[in-house]
C-alpha cells in the first residue's frame, strides 16, 4: 500500500483535508495529530474500516478503541445512562485530553469495543482533528499511531516510521502539544475511575467532582479484561529493556549505577533531568543521554521522542529517574513504568532494592 503524506503547512492544506476525510469515509485509515498524540483513525461505526486500525497496528483483538468526536452532542448518540459525574466532566474539559468510559449505544460495532458493553469516547481540541472528524462526518475510532507496543508518536515522522506502507495516509500537523495520551475515566462506577492518567490530572478531576478512584492497573496488578486502551499490555517500549529508579535517593543511586555499568564495559542508556545530566560522565561510546528539561511538563512532551531515540542509538539497556506523582507526574510515570516493563529499584542513602520486576543486571540490587 501507497502511504500518502500531507503536509499542512502547504497552501493546499483545504484539499489535502478533504482528501483525508474522503479516504476516512470510503473506509481506509488515516494518522492525524491530536493535542497528545497522533492518531490512527477511521470510520467509528465501520466495524470492517476499524478491524485495519488492528491490523496496520499489529493490536491485540482485546483491546478497545476510543472513539473521538467533535460536538459534544455526539454523547447523546453514542452513549445510554449518562451519569451525572459524566455530564460534569464533559462540560467541564471537553473539547480536550480527557476520554470517558461510558455505556454504549447499538450504534457502536463490536470492533470498536472489543465486545465490551461500554465504549471511551473523547473530543479533540486540535483544530486538525477536529476538522477531520466534521469534514468525514462520523465519530472516527483512533488508538495512537504506532506499532503496538512502541512509544507513542509526537510527530509525523515518527509515524511514518512505523506505518508508511500500512494506513492509507499520514496529516501531518507539526508536533503534539502535550505529549501523553488522553486521561481515560471510567463513569459507569460509583466513584468514577481513573484507567489512564493523562492531560487532565487526578487534581483537577477531584476538585471538579470530589473523590475519584485510581484503578490497580496503573500498579502493575494486571487488568484480566482491558477496559480501557493500556490497561493490559506492555506499552511504549524502547528495544532495549528499561529499570526505572524511584526513592528519595533515585537520582544519586542511578549515578552511581551508571559509573558501575559503564566500568563493566556496557552501553548504558539514560532517561533523566537536566540537572542529574549533567552530573553523568561525558562519554558518548558509553553513556546515551536523553535529557526531559527541568519539568514534568517537559517530560510528558518529550517522553516517547526519547524512548524513540534509544532504538537509534542502540544502548544494552537504559536506567530511568523517575518523577513525583503530583500533577502531569502520575501520567509519565505510568509511561515511564509500563516502558520498564514494571522493572522498578527503590533507591534510598542505604542502598537499592527491588519494588517490583525480576532479572536485574550487574549490581543494580546492592
Not at 473523590?211 to 493500556?230: E, H, M
Amino acid at each position: 500500500m501507497e502511504t500518502i503524506y500531507w503536509d499542512l503547512k502547504n497552501n493546499e492544506r483545504e484539499q489535502y483535508m478533504e482528501q483525508a476525510a474522503s479516504l476516512i469515509r470510503q473506509g481506509e485509515v488515516i494518522a492525524f495529530p491530536t493535542e497528545t498524540v497522533y492518531g490512527l483513525g477511521a470510520d467509528g461505526l465501520n466495524g470492517a474500516a476499524v478491524a485495519k486500525i488492528f491490523a496496520a497496528k499489529g493490536r491485540p483483538a482485546d483491546n478497545p478503541l476510543i472513539l473521538h468526536i467533535a460536538d459534544k452532542k455526539e454523547f447523546d448518540r453514542l452513549a445510554v445512562d449518562l451519569s451525572a459525574n459524566a455530564r460534569a466532566l464533559i462540560d467541564t474539559f471537553m473539547p480536550g485530553p480527557l476520554t470517558l468510559i461510558v455505556k454504549k449505544s447499538s450504534l457502536i460495532p463490536d470492533e470498536v469495543t472489543t465486545g465490551l458493553p461500554t465504549v471511551g469516547i473523547r473530543m479533540p481540541s486540535h483544530p486538525v482533528a477536529a476538522e477531520l472528524i466534521r469534514r468525514s462526518g462520523c465519530p472516527i475510532a483512533a488508538p495512537s499511531a504506532n506499532l503496538s507496543g512502541k512509544p507513542s508518536p509526537t510527530n509525523a515522522h515518527d509515524v511514518a516510521e512505523d506505518m508508511d506502507g500500512r494506513i492509507a495516509g499520514i496529516l501531518d500537523g507539526g508536533r503534539c502539544g502535550i505529549g501523553v495520551e488522553s486521561t481515560i475515566v471510567d463513569t459507569t462506577t460509583p466513584i468514577p475511575t481513573i484507567l489512564r492518567p493523562g492531560g487532565v490530572t487526578r487534581e483537577m478531576l477531584e476538585h471538579r467532582l470530589g473523590a475519584v478512584d485510581i484503578d490497580p492497573a496503573l500498579y502493575g496488578v494486571q487488568a484480566v479484561r482491558p477496559k480501557a486502551p493500556g490497561m493490559k499490555y506492555r506499552h511504549y517500549a524502547p528495544k532495549a529493556p528499561m529499570y526505572l529508579y524511584e526513592g528519595p535517593a533515585a537520582a544519586a543511586q542511578l549515578i552511581k549505577a551508571v559509573h558501575a555499568a559503564m566500568q563493566a564495559g556496557h552501553r548504558v542508556g539514560v532517561l533523566c533531568d537536566q540537572v542529574t545530566a549533567a552530573q553523568l560522565p561525558e562519554n558518548a561510546n558509553r553513556c546515551v543521554i536523553a535529557s526531559w528539561g527541568l519539568s514534568k511538563d517537559d517530560l510528558a512532551e518529550h517522553l516517547y521522542n526519547l524512548l524513540r531515540a534509544f532504538d537509534h542509538q542502540e544502548p544494552e539497556f537504559i536506567l530511568g529517574l523517575g518523577v513525583d506523582e503530583h500533577g502531569l507526574g502520575l501520567a509519565t510515570m505510568n509511561r515511564m513504568r509500563k516502558a520498564a516493563g514494571f522493572n522498578i529499584l527503590w533507591a534510598t542513602e542505604d542502598g537499592v532494592s527491588v519494588k517490583s520486576g525480576t532479572n536485574f543486571p550487574g549490581n543494580m540490587v546492592k
